[in-house]
């Protein structure tokens, strides 16, 4: 009796500390294989969270996140280290045109994040 006890406890915990974000044009995200950094300067980047083994991005501008596919892990390391991350994020991520070369429209969505 104790153990089912510990155990629907333990599944409770779980579950509170799992966070998903509604990311624009896709719906909600799970971050629970995220590493998220939260970006405290002036910028409208405010949050960069990154799934390595799945090259995905997801980033808040301002209060709204978007996400990216096929990112490389240096380019979202760049990103983070950047002293303008705003700029950084225009010239390198989003791109000069409407599908910048991480964009979700043209590079494939990983499955686990498929709706």
Request: glycine share 6%; aromatic share 12%.
């Amino acid at each position: 009796m104790k153990f089912v006890i510990f155990a629907a406890l333990f599944l409770m915990c779980q579950s509170a500390t799992a966070e998903t974000v509604q990311v624009k044009y896709h719906g909600g995200v799970s971050l629970d294989s995220f590493t998220c950094v939260d970006v405290n300067e002036s910028s409208d980047v405010s949050r960069i969270c990154y799934d390595r083994a799945e090259r995905y991005m997801v980033i808040r501008l301002k209060t709204t996140y978007y996400h990216y596919c096929e990112i490389d892990s240096a380019t979202v390391q760049s990103l983070q280290g950047a002293s303008s991350k705003r700029q950084f994020f225009e010239a390198r991520i989003r791109g000069s045109g409407a599908d910048g070369p991480f964009d979700c429209r043209t590079h494939p969505i990983p499955k686990k994040y498929r709706r």
